[in-house]
């Protein structure tokens, strides 16, 4: 599975991504406000052996984020699936990223959430003090419904991402 927009696609996780994404997630520039991995690569691989059982059965996906020459810039994840509602995350772009690689591939994941698993909504979380990715969400539709000690809730309508399509519509297709 492959899902394009103007200068990115996702692609599903492989084992041999394991360097790239042990790369992603041991960079201290991109790893502050994500869940702490060992630097072993063989752990890696494992966890994307048993990730794939995941996908296999419809309940999880990972994506690798990669320029339209092929060039991985990044991750990100779909799980959690709810009767109506998808959440996702793990997600990293690194500086080899398209500059509209972050709106990019934010509404390839809202496209796979409601046009491919048919989902009308999704939530997630985002880990207090990332002010930069809560001002992004927060400007593509999201509301609030929650907070605990460490993360912020939110959720986000089908038709709220249909709005800021069409505002980007020029720029991103």
């Given at each position: 599975?492959?899902?394009e927009?103007?200068?990115?696609?996702l692609r599903?996780?492989?084992?041999?991504?394991?360097?790239?994404?042990?790369?992603?997630?041991?960079?201290?520039?991109?790893?502050?406000?994500?869940?702490?991995?060992?630097?072993?690569?063989?752990?890696?691989?494992s966890w994307?052996?048993?990730?794939?059982e995941?996908?296999?059965?419809?309940?999880?996906?990972?994506?690798?984020?990669?320029r339209k020459?092929?060039?991985?810039?990044?991750?990100v994840?779909?799980?959690?699936?709810?009767?109506?509602?998808?959440?996702?995350?793990?997600?990293?772009?690194n500086?080899?990223?398209?500059?509209?690689?972050?709106?990019?591939?934010?509404?390839?994941?809202?496209?796979?959430?409601f046009?491919?698993?048919?989902?009308?909504?999704?939530?997630?979380d985002?880990?207090?003090g990332n002010?930069?990715?809560?001002?992004?969400?927060k400007q593509?539709?999201?509301?609030?419904?929650?907070?605990?000690?460490?993360?912020?809730?939110?959720?986000?309508?089908?038709?709220?991402?249909?709005?800021v399509?069409?505002?980007l519509?020029?720029?991103?297709?």
């Amino acid at each position: 599975m492959k899902l394009e927009s103007k200068t990115i696609c996702l692609r599903l996780v492989e084992q041999s991504d394991a360097p790239f994404i042990l790369s992603l997630r041991l960079d201290e520039r991109y790893n502050q406000f994500l869940s702490k991995v060992s630097a072993d690569v063989d752990s890696q691989k494992s966890w994307i052996k048993k990730y794939k059982e995941e996908e296999s059965e419809g309940n999880q996906f990972y994506f690798i984020i990669e320029r339209k020459d092929g060039v991985p810039c990044g991750t990100v994840r779909v799980y959690d699936l709810r009767e109506d509602s998808f959440c996702w995350g793990s997600w990293i772009l690194n500086e080899n990223k398209p500059r509209l690689a972050a709106v990019e591939s934010a509404l390839l994941v809202y496209e796979f959430g409601f046009r491919v698993l048919g989902f009308e909504r999704s939530h997630f979380d985002v880990m207090k003090g990332n002010e930069k990715v809560i001002r992004f969400h927060k400007q593509m539709g999201a509301v609030e419904t929650g907070e605990d000690e460490d993360n912020y809730y939110f959720e986000i309508e089908k038709e709220a991402v249909e709005v800021v399509k069409e505002r980007l519509k020029g720029k991103i297709s």
